[in-house]
């Protein structure tokens, strides 16, 4: 299983910033524009909470792929955490913290997952995923910012 942590400090205040990080909306916005991501069942549009599914249509290295998440975990305005119940991955949990700075927040994500194919798997999470998911995360938190911090 790999664990992949990143930080970014948003100049916004916390309540926001969560808002729009549990965004679908706002999420297929912020994502690569080149896996063409988008809500197809579920929560489509708007804001998700607790106990709701969503599920996206996206292109990874060529492949067209789908993953429905369940909101296990829904803390408003401090923490959401997204599980996921189909898809590629053998495993996959996102938990979405935010930490109040005052007029700023710092958005903090902690993603953990595990790749099928045993042994293979095993290799391509270490090779190739971990980077991928972790540029991924880091692109798709910039374009977060830099959207909360324009409006």
């Excluded at 189909?86 to 710092?106: A, C, P, V, W």
Aim: one cysteine or more.
């Amino acid at each position: 299983m790999i664990t992949i942590v990143t930080e970014i400090e948003i100049e916004a205040p916390i309540e926001i910033c969560f808002d729009m990080a549990s965004n679908i909306d706002i999420h297929t916005q912020t994502v690569w524009p080149h896996t063409k991501e988008r809500a197809i069942a579920g929560t489509m549009r708007g804001l998700i909470s607790g106990g709701e599914t969503v599920t996206f249509e996206a292109r990874h290295f060529f492949i067209r792929q789908k993953h429905t998440s369940l909101i296990s975990n829904y803390v408003r305005p401090y923490h959401f955490v997204d599980e996921m119940l189909q898809g590629t991955f053998k495993s996959m949990r996102h938990e979405h913290e935010f930490i109040d700075l005052g007029n700023r927040t710092l958005m903090k994500d902690t993603l953990c997952f595990e790749a099928p194919l045993g042994w293979i798997g095993w290799v391509v999470e270490r090779v190739v995923l971990k980077n991928y998911m972790r540029r991924f995360l880091m692109y798709r938190n910039h374009q977060l910012k830099i959207l909360i911090e324009k409006s």
